[in-house]
């Protein structure tokens, strides 16, 4: 039987979370052994070479281009996780939902305390570039999510347990301490 | 200092636990809350800013700007909308040239949405510069703008006589009706104020008034419904130096307008009752809360009670009882529905936000400035008075087993006869949809927002405790409404403006909910969504008090007995559509750097 195939991308995150999917440390080695992995940072293979069965999705949707690689993941994945805070309810990023996205792009490039260079006040307008949401969107406001496993950034132990869950078919198991946040 | 800010400070001794008072008589001193006075008045109250600021901020009716020369607060709640609030709406925004939320450019005018004013057998209604209007129509609004333009003063603007009762007396002069509908035994049957304090008190010890009381079987009226008798019993037990005995009128449960009628027509049956009460439990000192909206009533309770002063039922030494002493004063609420829930209501009585306390200790151990504390509603005092005059066996005959007595119902929505009925507990729903005239009904909102919408099939169940029981609010939905927008989704926008925000449950499930609840009338909606909401129902009783406990209840309930309006709204071929819109969500960030869409 061929390799369960794994992807995964971090949109509007900081890498936490994939940071934490390599802290399960010398599991790492088990973990290339059960599954194959295709469009991932940690390959760095940037598009998608076939269909996958399990994606992994850390942040949420911040420009049109997250929510397009989330769109191919829900293309190319039989089932899609939400990995951490961000993916889940958009997590730090989100904090900028309260506030207007005006003002929001007038601080960043025009009017904020770091802004010296900017002098003929130019805005990010190009074609090439993703165009900025309204607000800070959660995996599953975009497309459908079919688990979600919480953490900031979620524990390495939890993540491998899914992972074990999902690859064998068994219930997860989730003692106290891997969802415990404080 | 402003001379006149030192005067209002100076006139509540600088105390600051009557910051309200304070803060209510700057802002309509001044129009509004400035910065300048919210420094001077920490200042001399020796608080810091901030916490001025937070009493300040979370009160509907204080402000931080100007609201206008002139301003209409417009009711916004359910069945205002359902008696035509959208047309008088537009009238007034065009008679005066701005929006609602905004002044006029001249400031002449300005004009804002309230929640339930407690008006609702005489909607659309308005409080304009303090004095109620009812039964607007668009050429009254019309009419009412020019006129507060030309400088006219509002209450010669009136388009309607005055109301019946004591609403035409001197001191209120009010359009508002009565609109009172059935008589019952006890609390709108005949009164003669005086009778319990001064002819069945000097036999009585405090404790035979706590048995009384109990032998009723009465329990609050409210809405919670907790045995009188124990709670004062309690109360009467608990060690502190002082007690205080305080009246719950702060009526914000939308479609509740019962105790503007009893504090209308029986003020002197309330202040006796809570006299009783100061009696029964060994206090000297009440208050009565009442809400801002009711503040057309304040020279009226005031004469009232002045009266009752000369009168020795209230003062010193009561109906001639030596060392029976009780005295009440008036503390106006700033528009905050939570303020009704008991200990909100002492945060908001002792100058601060109202914002509930957690429970235990309750009111009865430490309540008003943390000392053993009576809190009831309205009608449960007054039904107090007849308890003591005619003793409890008599209330006992009345109503149910479980449910003692009469309840007075506010009926309002789609019927022919909308007001106050005074029933004995046990009538069905059935029984008062035929006494009001009510006729092809889809649905009855029982208890207002945070109690239960049932549908015919639930018609032949009782009013009473244990089974639909109910601080009084009865809305009529007839079928020819879309109960899911017209009145769900006005509730649940109710909820989430009325929040103190300190849950988290709270201040985020409703909205959620909300939304989802937008998305599925929008027909994005997926089945998986309506099971969600209920799922999502269910974390809500963890919230602190019973506003966030009973958030969800419009949608729960609705669910719960009429799913097909919701099936009937979604798509039944799609299991997932999120209802995101790829080009609305980028088309601000767009706009502002100057760029053409161009998503795909
Ligand atoms: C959000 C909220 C609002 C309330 N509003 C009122 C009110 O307007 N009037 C009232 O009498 N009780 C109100 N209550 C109930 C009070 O907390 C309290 O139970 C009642 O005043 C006790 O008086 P009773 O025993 O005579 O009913 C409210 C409760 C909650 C949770
Ligand atoms: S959930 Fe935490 S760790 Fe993961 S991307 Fe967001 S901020 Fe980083
Ligand atoms: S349930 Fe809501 S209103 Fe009540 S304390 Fe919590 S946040 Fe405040």
Known sequence: MSKPIVATTSLAGCFGCHMSILDIDERILDLFDLVEFNKSPIDDIKTFTKQCDIGIIEGGCCNSENVHVLKEFRKNCKILISLGECAIMGGLPALRNGIPVEECIREAYLEGPTVTLNKEGILPNDDELPMILDKVYPCHEIVKIDYFLPGCPPRADLIWNALVALLTGNEMDLPYEVVKFD | ?600
């Open chain 2, 1 to 600: 200092m402003n001379s006149q800010l030192e005067k209002i400070i100076k006139k509540y001794d600088s105390d600051k636990f009557r910051l309200m008072d304070i803060l209510i008589d700057i802002q309509a001193e001044f129009g509004f809350i400035s910065k300048e006075a919210t420094h001077d008045v920490a200042k001399e109250l020796n608080m810091a800013v901030v916490d001025v600021e937070q009493t300040l901020t979370f009160y509907h009716f204080f402000t931080q700007k100007s609201t206008g020369k002139n301003t209409v607060y417009l009711n916004d709640s359910a069945v205002a909308c359902m008696m035509g609030r959208e047309e008088i709406k537009k009238a007034f925004e065009e008679a005066a040239g701005c929006k609602f939320g905004e002044n006029s450019a001249d400031g002449l005018i300005g004009l804002y949405n309230t929640a339930c004013i407690g008006m609702n057998d005489q909607e659309p209604a308005a409080i304009i510069n303090g004095k109620v209007f009812t039964k607007l129509t668009p050429a009254v609004a019309q009419q009412i703008v020019s006129g507060l333009k030309a400088g006219k003063n509002v209450q010669d603007l009136y388009h309607q006589e005055l109301g019946d009762g004591k609403n035409a007396a001197a001191e209120v002069k009010s359009m508002v009706r009565n609109n009172i509908r059935r008589r019952g035994q006890v609390i709108l049957n005949d009164f003669t104020p005086g009778v319990a304090l001064k002819t069945k008190l000097s036999s009585m010890q405090p404790k035979d008034v706590i048995d009384e009381v109990k032998k009723s079987n009465i329990r609050g009226r409210g809405g919670a419904g907790f045995p009188t008798g124990l709670k004062w019993d309690f109360c009467s037990r608990s060690t502190g130096e002082k007690r205080y005995v305080l009246c719950n009128a702060d009526e914000g449960e939308p479609g509740t307008f019962k105790d503007r009628v009893l504090l209308t027509e029986r003020p002197e049956m309330l202040f006796e009752g809570m006299a009783i009460g100061g009696y029964a439990v060994g206090a000297d000192q009440g208050i009565l809360y009442l809400r801002y909206e009711y503040k057309y009533l304040e020279t009226y309770l005031e004469k009232v009670l002045e009266d009752a002063r000369k009168d020795n039922r209230l003062g010193k030494n009561i109906g001639g009882v030596n060392g029976f002493d009780f005295d009440i004063r008036i503390q106006f609420g700033a528009g905050a529905y939570v303020c009704g829930e008991e200990t909100a209501l002492i945060e908001s009585g002792e100058g601060k936000r109202g914002e509930p306390r957690d429970k235990p200790p309750f009111p009865v151990e430490k309540g008003y400035l943390n000392m053993p504390t009576v809190i009831n509603n309205v009608e449960t005092f007054c039904a107090v008075v007849k308890i003591i005059e005619n003793g409890g066996n008599w209330y006992k005959q009345m109503g149910t087993e479980e449910s003692s007595g009469t309840k007075l119902l506010s009926i309002s929505g789609d019927c022919a006869q909308p007001g106050v009925y005074e029933i004995e507990w046990g009538m069905t729903i059935s029984q008062m949809l035929e006494m009001v005239g009510a006729s092809n009904v889809q649905a009855v909102q029982v208890s207002g927002p945070s109690g239960q919408i049932i549908g015919p099939k639930d018609f032949d169940r009782k009013i009473c405790y244990g089974d639909l029981a109910t601080g009084g609010s009865m809305i009529v939905v007839d079928k020819t409404r879309d109960m899911l927008k017209d009145i769900v989704l006005n509730f649940m926008e109710f909820f989430i403006e009325e929040s103190c925000g300190s849950c988290t449950t709270c201040r985020i499930v409703p909205k959620l909910m909300k939304d989802r609840l937008v998305k599925i009338l929008n027909g994005k909606g997926v089945m998986k969504d309506i099971a969600d909401l209920e799922d999502w129902a269910k974390i809500l009783p963890v919230s602190r008090c019973g506003l966030g406990q009973t958030a969800a209840n419009p949608i729960a309930t609705s669910i719960k007995n009429f799913r097909e309006l919701y099936e009937a709204k979604v798509q039944k071929d799609v299991d997932y559509d999120c209802g995101f819109d790829m080009n609305k969500a980028v088309q601000a960030s767009c706009a502002f750097v100057d760029r053409v869409p161009n998503a795909h």
